[in-house]
């Protein structure tokens, strides 16, 4: 085994405490998919069956949906399933592979994400001091809830973006791609 070739034991912990919140809130944001099922489920029974809509199924259905895509965004983003155009940078090295993503990281990524922190952490706080209410809707649920999420989900997008920025300043060092060795069970 190339000790070079993979990553020290010391970042690989340091890894592993960036990620957690992106896999903690992604893996409980995955259980919002029960309600919203249900609650599509009985707006279909409702609606179809007996000829009786609800007033609040399609709101719980956006709202829970909502949660659930930004809540796993950076779960997604740790995982490498968000769309990116691999078929050109298949062509390059691992380093410049991994200096392009660098450049994207810290032109793009870092800058719009901060800056879209701090907007969302105002349009958060206002909506939860005034305990907004959703008024396109006959039931006028609270939307201020699920505002609070756009922030939260920017954050664990930051922290994500450190972990893979970290990642990526590995594969440039080594020019080979970066596999942490999985721990025995």
Known sequence: MDHDREPS???CRLLAVLEYPAQLIGNLAAWLLLPLTGALVYEV???YLFNNPTIWAYDMTYMLSSAVFMLGAAYALQKGSHVRADFLLAMLKPRWQALLDAAMYL???FPAMI????VSLRFARQSWMQHELYPQSPWMPPIYPLKAVIPLTILLLLLQGVAELIKVGWV???NTAFKPEEPAS
């Open 172 to 174: 440039i060092r080594h």
């Open 9 to 11: 034991p010391g970042l």
């Open 107 to 109: 032109v793009l990524y």
């Open 45 to 47: 029974v409702s609606r």
């Open 115 to 118: 800056l879209f922190f701090v």
